[in-house]
Structures are given as C-alpha cells and as structure tokens.
C-alpha cells in the first residue's frame, strides 16, 4: 500500500533575533583565505567578491523582507513516513486554474520561483489570460529549507511523496516543472509508471549522454556538437562539486554548518558560473535575491542534508529515460547543459514545445521570469486544450 500524507499544518517562518545575531557575529568574525593568484572566477569566489557580498550582508542586508513575503503567502508542513514536506500553497483566483508542482534544485530553493508567482498565478494582472492560469504547489525538496531528511530520500521516494501531496491536496489533474534536480526528478515521474492524474510537464535543465547510436563528431550537427563541447567543459571544469557532494556530503557539511561565508561561497560560485551574464552576475539577480536563498540553507543548516541528494544520482539519473506523455523542454544559453532536440526525440515521443531561449541560464525562473513564465504558459496551452 502506498505511503500517503497523514498530516497537513499550516506554517510560517519565524527567525529569532538572536539567530541573526549569531549570523552577524560569525560574518564580522569571518577568517578570510589568501587572494586567489589568477585572475577571474576560474579557482573560485575571488577574494574581493566575497569581500563585497560579506560587507553588504554585514551593513544593509535585511532578512526580515524575505521573511515577510514567505509569510505573505500560505505555507504548509506535509507529514510523510515521519518526515516534514514544507511547501507552499499559492491558488489562483481564477476558477478553471491548472494546478502545477514546481520544483527546484541545487544549489537554489523555492525562492527560484519567486518572481514567477505573480504572473503563473494571476495572469490578467501581467497581461496574460484567465486561461493561463495556475494553482502553485512549490515544495522544498528533503533536505533543504523546512523539509526535512532525518532517513535517506531517493529521487524516487520523493516523487512518492510529491504525488501523495498532489492527492491530499485534491487535484485529479495537474502538471509539473523542474529544472536542475527539479527537472531530473520530473523526468523520473514522468517516465516511470506516471500517475494518470499527471497530464504533462515542463523541463529546463535535462540530462543526456551522448546516444550510442550517435556518430563520430564529423557526423553531427551544429546542435549535438555545441552538446558534446559543453559536457566536455562541463567535465573538465565544473564537476568537482558534484562529486564532492555525491561521495562526502558529511564532510563538506561542516564547513557549510559553521560558517556563512563558506556556505555563501559555495553556493555564490555556482550562481555566478550557470548564470547568464556579461561577467558580473549582479546584472541579473541583486545581492539581496542571491542572500534571501543563501539564508535559506544556513538558518536551516542544510548544507550538508541538501548535499545528499548527490548521493543518490548513480542510482536514479534519468539519462535515456523514455517519457511518453506531453512534455516541454526550454533550455537556456547559460546554463552549463545542453542537449539537442535530435537526441531527445529518441527517448521524448510527446514533445508538445520546444524552444532554444536567446537569454537566461541554469535558474531560468529567477534570471528571466518573464521568458520562463511564457514558455511555461505555450507548453501547457496544449495540455489544458
């Protein structure tokens, strides 16, 4: 028999002050490393950056502004084999919404789809159509945020818990989004035994190894080699984390656990290298929208749980999987992956949509809400009609 939700209770985010006393206290007290000897981002966070970001957190940063938007909307703790789902609840005014789980990934959180709640929700005040609309289900993975991860989660257990959360809340029929681990976890239910009440999907980051029955590099397209240099480059220069993360979550974890500028360097690194920008990320998220989600993992010391996840990618990588209901892909020119739409019809037999945006990256519903909110829109128009 399958587990189910056995407890749904209303949430809110309540920060003591003296919590935020000790964040100040460690960041003032922060024992910096020595300047890096290259130039640039290529061995990481540049002393000045951190420099930078520290001494805005320190003298104008204001938690209480985040704090107060979470709380401006319902929030919820799902009960589920005796752990804790947090999630919010967003609905639309309008009757004939589409309910929608949206889930992020690594190194973000719910605040990802911060800027998307307004239009995904309420359409006609962003000159969109009642019909657009959507009820918001945005819960934070095991792990992270106010989930928590007291026993191991699989990819697979956590779509369990995912669609029992769909059913206690009582949509028969909805769809969903994901990118990054959100999208490989998308992927995974999609592909799998897909309940009947999950009607299609939306992903902006998937996952391939170059098929076999692909050629030699003179054989491919314009497409598939931009695919394969980027998963050479990605291999080359960016994988480190992962398996770091995947093999020593624990280790890394107290680093994470002590001190907020390491866990805001390692995660700042990666919003800096996936994002889509001329050089300096804070042309597209601002120094508070890139603090709101570093606060996230260090007041609920997630570091180390959020890491785990990793641990569980040899087993569940959906790589190849086949997908045979309606589903969307955008991908983004910043993002570290790439995957051409040649190699993605041979395992996605329904694509409804499919778009190479001109903007954006890895966290497309941060960085370009407007495009991500569109091509969220185009996809699902084929599923409501």
């Known amino acids: 028999m399958a587990?189910?939700?056995?407890?749904?209770?209303?949430?809110s985010v309540q920060v003591p002050d003296s919590e935020l006393s000790d964040l100040k206290s460690r960041l003032q007290s922060t024992r910096y490393p020595a300047a890096e000897i290259t130039s640039g981002w290529s061995h990481g966070v540049p002393l000045q950056a951190m420099r930078e970001l520290t001494n805005?957190?320190?003298?104008?940063?204001?938690?209480r502004k985040?704090?107060?938007?979470?709380?401006?909307?319902?929030?919820?703790?799902?009960?589920?084999?005796?752990?804790?789902?947090?999630?919010?609840h967003i609905k639309s005014k309008?009757?004939?919404?589409?309910?929608?789980?949206?889930?992020?990934?690594?190194?973000?959180?719910?605040l990802e789809f911060r800027k998307a709640v307004g239009p995904l929700t309420d359409p006609t005040q962003y000159g969109g159509k009642a019909e657009d609309a959507f009820h918001l289900v945005i819960p934070s993975l095991p792990g992270y945020g106010w989930s928590t991860a007291k026993s191991e989660w699989s990819h697979r257990r956590i779509n369990k818990a995912f669609v029992a959360l769909m059913v206690k809340l009582g949509y028969d029929q909805w769809v969903a989004q994901g990118g990054d681990w959100g999208g490989d976890l998308v992927a995974i239910l999609a592909s799998e035994n897909p309940p009947a009440s999950l009607v299609g999907v939306h992903l902006n980051t998937i996952f391939f190894?170059?098929?076999k029955e692909v050629g030699g590099r003179k054989d491919l397209s314009p497409g598939e080699q931009r695919a394969v240099r980027q998963m050479e480059a990605w291999d080359g220069t960016e994988d480190a984390y992962l398996m770091l993360q995947a093999t020593r979550p624990q280790t890394i974890g107290y680093s994470l656990a002590d001190s907020p500028v390491g866990q805001a360097a390692w995660i700042l690194e990666?919003?800096?290298?996936?994002?889509?920008?001329?050089?300096?990320?804070?042309?597209?998220?601002?120094?508070?929208?890139?603090?709101?989600?570093?606060?996230?993992?260090?007041?609920?010391?997630?570091?180390s749980t959020s890491a785990r996840l990793y641990t569980q990618?040899?087993?569940?990588?959906?790589?190849?999987?086949r997908i045979e209901i309606p589903i969307g892909v955008t991908l983004f020119p910043g993002d570290a992956s790439y995957v051409p739409r040649s190699w993605a019809e041979k395992y996605y037999s329904r694509i409804i949509h499919w778009r190479d945006a001109e903007k954006g990256g890895h966290f497309a519903a941060w960085e370009v809400p407007e495009i991500f909110v569109q091509e969220v829109r185009d996809t699902f128009r084929h599923v409501r009609s």
Not at 56 to 63: F, R, S, V
Not at 284 to 302: A, S
Not at 313 to 321: F, I, L, P, S
């Open 94 to 110: 309008h009757a004939e919404a589409m309910p929608m789980l949206l889930v992020h990934g690594w190194p973000g959180s719910i």
């Open 3 to 11: 587990s189910t939700i056995t407890k749904i209770a209303p949430f």
């Open 56 to 63: 805005y957190w320190i003298e104008k940063y204001d938690w």
């Open 66 to 88: 985040c704090e107060a938007w979470l709380n401006s909307h319902e929030q919820f703790l799902a009960s589920y084999e005796g752990e804790e789902i947090y999630f919010l």
């Open 209 to 211: 190894n170059v098929p």
């Open 270 to 303: 990666k919003i800096h290298g996936w994002s889509h920008h001329r050089g300096d990320v804070y042309e597209i998220l601002t120094k508070d929208e890139i603090l709101d989600n570093i606060m996230i993992y260090w007041l609920t010391n997630t570091g």
């Open 313 to 321: 990618q040899n087993h569940d990588w959906t790589m190849g999987t």
